[in-house]
């Protein structure tokens, strides 16, 4: 499940903050990640029109042993053409319990089922009282045959049993497989950052599943790869609709990009809502302008305070208070850097880890090519445009 494939900063990208030693959400101690990537049928072959190009990722906060244990939680929807199951327990609990599961938009049933028999297998006394998972989803049918059912409850289930810690895949796996990003190939993709608060130090990790934005949207640190990139963008063409019957152009930018926020520092339900509204502010580095057909959802949570926010388990355990400590609210800008710096390179590394992929009926999503990322980094970037004379001179006359 680890990969020694390069990523952005090994392609001279520079990225803002401190990482962590696996540049991961899993930097965020106890957090583990899965996959189950469906990867099957020949593009060439009589039976392209199935082809499976999908899969599940699963993210557990505080690793197997955790399942249960809440986490302080809060959630953000920019654009809500998208889905995210369970986000309205969290928003009115602060609350987190049960495993993250990410997949294509037309298996979030399935998936959901596969979570909660995977709890009922490994927790039955969890299973006994009420499951709501969190379920996110983008759309992967340009290169996978949505409707084929090619996710089922127990790949959701091999996901959970793969999950673990340290370094993870990125690009074409899980449910990053059929995603296109960009117009370009696009994925899964994670990284960390290190904040020092109070002489403490804690870790902000995020997780995201990218599959949105135009190409001539995507900019790399300033630099417009998307627009000047000679790779073939046969996914914002009318060809393959055409071919497919469809009658209209999917619109530039259509997709979604679910991202998750993990940290070990103390927040409240409230600051993680804050850290999930931060997210926007990363994808926008990279250039989307947040579609309208994209659902661009987003979850933040807190690995800390072990034990409270217990909802009624609390009551039924005899105890009448929770106690939570927090980071103050005045000392809480680091941990929003973290998540605009994190989310930025996650979705980069998303990028430069996916591959060439061939789908359903010889569809094809090309990759973010290496070498033009390297040879924009070779040389500094364009100069912005100078403020003519006459505009420095108002803005003098005016001071």
Known sequence: MTTTAPRARDLGIPFDGRAGRWNAITDVPGVEVGYATIASGDPAGPGSASVARTGVTAILPRGRDGIGVPCAAGTFSLNGNGELTGRTWIDESGALTLPIALTNSHAVGAVHRGVDEWVHRTRPDLSAQWMLPVVGETWDGYLNAINAGNVRPEHAGAALDAAHGGAISEGSVGGGTGMTCYGFKGGSGTASRLVEVGGEHYTVGVFLQANFGSRDELRIDGRRLGRSSAAPNPMETTAWLERDGERARVAGGSGSVIVVVATDAPLLP??????????????????????????????????????????????????????????????????????????????????????????????????????????????????????????????????
């Open 270 to 399: 409230g600051q993680c809502a804050a850290l999930a509204r931060r997210v926007p502010l990363g994808l926008a580095r990279t250039g989307t302008t947040a579609s309208h057909f994209s659902g661009d959802i987003f979850l933040a949570f807190s690995t800390a305070n072990p034990g409270a926010l217990t909802s009624m388990l609390g009551h039924e355990q005899g105890r009448g208070l929770e106690t939570l400590a927090f980071v103050p609210w005045g000392r809480i800008d680091p941990f929003f850097a973290a998540v605009v710096e994190a989310v930025e390179e996650a979705t980069v590394n998303a990028l430069v880890a996916a591959r060439d992929t061939v789908g359903r009926d010889g569809h094809v999503a090309f990759a973010l090519p290496h070498d033009e990322v390297r040879s924009a980094f070779a040389a500094p970037p364009h100069p912005s445009p100078s403020v003519p004379t006459t505009d420095r001179q108002t803005v003098k006359e005016h001071e």
